[in-house]
């Protein structure tokens, strides 16, 4: 601008100075960079810049020298903020981890760094504080946003000993939290180490692209001398220096990977790194397990069948008082299904459990058993024979209550599909999967019912994780076929996650991000992420080699007519600007839908 003005103001000498000065400024710590590239055995695509500028001041092309001085400068600084614009959602993330804590000790309360709580520990979790460490609601209740790990904006109500994951806002009072697991356990130290391994992963298109992109000094060389030689014209072969740059090869892709990665983070979808988004994006096959992942895992009161003289409340309300202390995986899904329907449960006395069988215990006088058919059965209930067929109920739970030696009530309990499960196989077709499939250890009639409502033709059933491998393996060996999803709880389903091209992890509510062995990992309990996943990765692969076929074309045309004479060295390192600010701005294009 300095020289600009002296240029306007005649005194052509010292534009001439301000311009080579301000050109020296950049060649000095980008010789250094250079020579370091040299000796790290990188050829260093800076070098086509730094060959620009010292051909540009050695043939007095002063202006020249200083846009693609400001050019190199200018691009550094805009790669600069295109990364951290890519990156703010995963870097929010990252930021957003809690520090500190507020622990009871005793009647007081000590704020103390959130890596000395231990499970057992009740902390207050203030209002607009984040929550320190997964744990579970002490008092009557808590309003918490789980916005950073889901992407759902509105608030939610925590009852009562139910389940709170770290990481989330209190929007509402302060409540008490019971520790359950340690902070580095926690839910959000996982998303935290997922979202720091994200960010140093590079995708093999961009590892191909930093390949083209050393070959591009020798290219570039040669045709800037191919022009010098034949028209006898040296500023042609300086022309050509300063429209050829890789930017384009060297930029573009990882601002659109990261992106990508960043607007997956705003849905609530972790994404391990871009190797992992560009083969989400390639991904051809999807292989869905049942239980944890198109459903919640988590058996509910469908339906209470009347025995007896009790309703089905006051049946529900005695089964679930007395399983309040038992181990059972069903004790819990009854004692919610009570507490959602209001009823107030009662302290059962005289329990004995025997595992995996049934629970007996006294609630307001009464002697309650809980259990299979055949535990009451062997107990002398003569009508548990009679209780209606499991063939009334394939794949479900059931649950019998005795009262007093009287059969009282049948409790039908059962899995259901996650949100967005039912419309999950359109999705994914729409994203351009080939090939579908329901993968389960449940029995057959089970699975099949699960993959009619979930729209899924294909089913594998009677799945162990060996067999879950095989298949696996099988659709991997197909080329058409690849490349290859397994979705699953990120449990069980580990060496499935682990084998296939792309491992999904659902973890949604009340789960931990458990398995290391997946690419992605799923924070809401929404089977729509699945498909949202596939298809930012198909954009951002997309975009990424749009933005560099667009940039390479772009300098491509510019240098043969640099060659040809038509495009002066100023106006050609005023196009390059323009090509570099045009693939950036392209590739932050995957920020978005």
């Given at each position: ?7 306007l ?28 590239s ?5 050829v ?6 730094l ?20 050019m190199?400068?200018?691009g550094?600084?805009?790669e ?16 957003r981890?809690?520090?500190t804590?507020h ?26 504080e ?12 808590a309003?918490?946003?789980?916005s ?15 389940r ?22 926690s839910?959000?130290a996982?998303?935290?180490?997922l ?23 020798p ?9 010098w030689?034949?028209?006898g ?19 573009a ?7 990508g990665l ?17 083969r989400l ?5 999807v ?5 944890g992942?198109?459903?919640l ?16 409340d ?37 329990v004995?459990e025997e ?14 058993e809980?259990g ?15 209780a209606?067929?499991?063939?009334d109920d394939?794949?479900?739970a ?5 009262v ?25 077709r ?11 250890g449940?029995h ?35 080329e ?20 296939a091209?792309?491992?999904?992890a ?9 398995s ?6 799923i ?7 699945i ?8 954009r951002?692969l997309?975009?990424a ?7 390479l ?27 570099d ?13």
């Amino acid at each position: 601008m300095a020289g600009g003005v002296l240029w306007l103001a005649g005194e052509q000498g010292w534009a001439n100075l301000v311009w080579a000065v301000g050109a020296t400024a950049v060649l000095v710590p980008l010789v250094v960079s250079t020579a370091r590239s040299l000796l790290r055995g990188d050829v260093g695509v800076d070098a086509i810049a730094l060959v620009a500028i010292v051909w540009a001041l050695a043939l007095g092309e002063y202006l020249a020298a200083a846009i693609v001085a400001l050019m190199m400068s200018g691009g550094a600084a805009l790669e600069v903020w295109a990364a951290g614009r890519a990156r703010r959602e995963l870097q929010l993330l990252v930021e957003r981890a809690p520090r500190t804590a507020h622990r009871y000790t005793g009647d007081a309360i000590e704020e103390v760094d959130v890596d000395e709580l231990r499970p057992g520990d009740v902390v207050v979790v203030r209002a607009g504080e984040v929550v320190p460490a997964d744990g579970v609601v002490v008092g009557d209740g808590a309003v918490v946003d789980e916005s950073a790990l889901t992407g759902e904006p509105l608030p939610v109500l925590i009852a009562r000993s139910d389940r709170v994951r770290s990481g989330t806002a209190n929007a509402g009072d302060a409540f008490d939290l019971r520790v359950v697991a340690a902070a580095a356990e926690s839910a959000y130290a996982s998303v935290v180490r997922l979202v720091e391994a994200a960010q140093t992963d590079r995708a093999d298109f961009t590892r191909m692209a930093d390949r083209y992109a050393a070959l591009f000094l020798p290219f570039t060389l040669t045709v800037a001398g191919l022009a010098w030689l034949l028209s006898g014209d040296s500023v042609r072969g300086l022309a050509v220096m300063v429209v050829a740059t890789p930017c384009p090869l060297i930029l573009a892709a990882p601002i659109a990977f990261v992106a990508g990665l960043s607007r997956a983070a705003r849905a609530g979808v972790i994404v391990k790194g871009a190797g992992a988004l560009e083969r989400l994006g390639g991904a051809r096959t999807v292989l869905l397990d049942k239980t944890g992942t198109l459903t919640l895992g988590q058996p509910e009161v469908e339906r209470i069948v009347p025995l007896g003289s009790l309703t089905a409340d006051e049946a529900l309300r005695l089964a679930a008082s007395v399983d309040q202390l038992s181990v059972h995986v069903l004790a819990e899904s009854l004692v919610h299904g009570a507490s959602r329907r209001g009823l107030e449960l009662a302290r059962p006395t005289a329990v004995s459990e025997e595992p995996g069988l049934g629970i007996e215990g006294v609630v307001g006088g009464h002697r309650v058993e809980v259990g299979s058919g055949s535990w009451l059965a062997s107990r002398g209930y003569t009508a548990a024979d009679e209780a209606p067929s499991d063939r009334d109920d394939p794949g479900k739970a059931r649950v019998l209550v005795g009262v007093d030696g009287k059969l009282e009530a049948l409790i039908v309990m059962g899995d259901r599909l996650r949100p967005g499960a039912d419309s999950l196989a359109q999705a994914l077709r729409e994203t351009g999967v080939a090939h579908l499939a329901l993968v389960s250890g449940d029995h057959e009639d089970v699975a099949r019912e699960v993959a009619q409502a979930a729209g899924i033709d294909h089913v594998y059933a009677d799945r162990t994780p060996e067999g879950k491998l095989d298949v696996v393996r099988a659709a991997r060996s197909r080329e058409e076929l690849r490349n290859v999803v397994m979705v699953g709880d990120g449990i069980n389903d580990a060496p499935a996650l682990a084998l296939a091209d792309v491992g999904i992890a659902m973890a949604g509510k009340g789960a931990t991000i458990s398995s290391e062995t997946a690419d992605v990992v799923i924070t809401v309990d929404d089977a729509s992420r699945i498909a949202l996943s596939l298809r930012i990765g198909r954009r951002s692969l997309h975009i990424a080699r749009q933005s560099v076929a667009l940039g390479l074309g772009l300098s491509a045309g510019a240098m043969g007519v640099a060659a040809l004479g038509y495009l002066p060295p100023v106006w050609g390192a005023l196009f390059q600007e323009v090509v570099d600010v045009t693939v950036i701005l392209n590739a932050l294009r995957a920020l978005h839908d």
